[in-house]
């Protein structure tokens, strides 16, 4: 049996369902049931009849799948991969910050750590941030962990007044202006699509910024037939499988998620074996945390 098959029959077997996040390799995308960002994978994640999640990302998306699953197994293939923004937050400066300012919303990018979303008021993912906190009624929003994305949204909401965290992702941060200049010398053809957590510079060159997700969609409903990709490069094979005609374009440093990239087939195969690596959640923390999670599937309706 090859290590697919075997993964497969166990999966049958456990009941069990496997979530991907793009930004994981090919091969464990490939077996993977349901493949998307952290608010598909999250929605997912809220809807399955499943018993056991497998959730082959990062540690901020087992914690939100088991806090919407309390009853269920969620396994991580490797426990010690964890964004590193998700900590870049603190509990302390939420407190003072509700203290300073009346009337405000701390408002938790989904990329945190289940400590920081208990202390905040709605969770968003870069596809819905902009809706949300248009939808919410405070005029002043703290905005956590990430400033890159925190000034993009503020930049299409003059009439709210944000509180910025510096916080950041190491992978789409690094992106430097002079490689996007030089890849668009070398390809004057392609459009440009890139992630709001880039720097501002970037962003600025960019025909089009958008969560992983709506780069995927509008590099295929788009005519161009080029495109430079500014996003980790494990969106590559969503990319190529939707879109096999199309040229997709990285910046000569290849943006690498390092932890996304612990997550292997092999380490898919033990969990499912031996249910090692199992979330787990003290019902207090998975309540709190359940509560932002569920504001922001309510509100991104
Ligand atoms: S790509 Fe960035 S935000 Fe996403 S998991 Fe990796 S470090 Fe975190």
């Given at each position: 049996m090859t290590i697919t098959e075997e993964i497969q029959a166990l999966k049958k077997e456990k009941n069990a369902v496997i979530l991907a996040h793009y930004y994981v390799e090919p091969q464990v995308q490939e077996i993977a049931d349901y493949i998307g960002d952290s608010y598909y994978l999250s929605k997912v994640a809220s809807e399955?009849?499943?018993?056991?999640i497998v959730f082959c990302g990062v540690s901020f998306m087992g914690e939100s799948a088991k806090a919407l699953n309390p009853e269920k197994i969620v396994l991580m293939?490797?426990?010690?991969?964890?964004?590193?923004?998700?900590?870049?937050?603190?509990t302390e400066t939420i407190k003072n910050m509700r203290e300073k300012y009346e009337d405000l919303a701390v408002v938790?990018?989904?990329?945190?750590?289940a400590e920081l979303k208990r202390h905040s008021d709605v969770c968003v993912t870069s596809a819905n941030a902009v809706k949300i906190v248009k939808a919410l009624?405070?005029?002043?929003i703290f905005f956590i962990p990430d400033r890159n994305l925190a000034h993009f949204i503020a930049d299409q909401i003059p009439e709210k007044n944000f509180i910025y965290n510096e916080g950041y992702c190491p992978t789409h941060d690094k992106m430097q202006t002079e490689e996007m200049q030089k890849a668009k010398s070398e390809h004057p053809d392609a459009k440009v699509l890139a992630h709001p957590e880039c720097p501002k510079t970037v962003l600025q060159l960019a025909d089009y910024v958008g969560s992983t997700s709506g780069i995927i969609k509008y590099a295929t409903e788009?005519?161009?037939?080029e495109f430079i990709i500014c996003t980790e490069e494990g969106v590559s094979y969503e990319l190529t499988q939707r879109n096999p005609d199309k040229k997709f374009y990285f910046t000569d440093t290849l943006p690498v998620c390092p932890d996304m990239k612990l997550i292997t087939l092999k380490k898919v195969l033990h969990v499912l074996k031996t249910k090692d690596n199992e979330v787990h959640m003290d019902s207090g923390l998975a309540q709190e945390t359940r509560r932002p999670l569920n504001r922001m599937l309510e509100l991104a309706k």
């Open positions: 399955t009849g499943a018993g056991t293939p490797d426990i010690s991969a964890d964004c590193p923004m998700a900590h870049m937050a603190d938790c990018y989904i990329n945190s750590t009624p405070n005029k002043n788009s005519k161009d037939m």
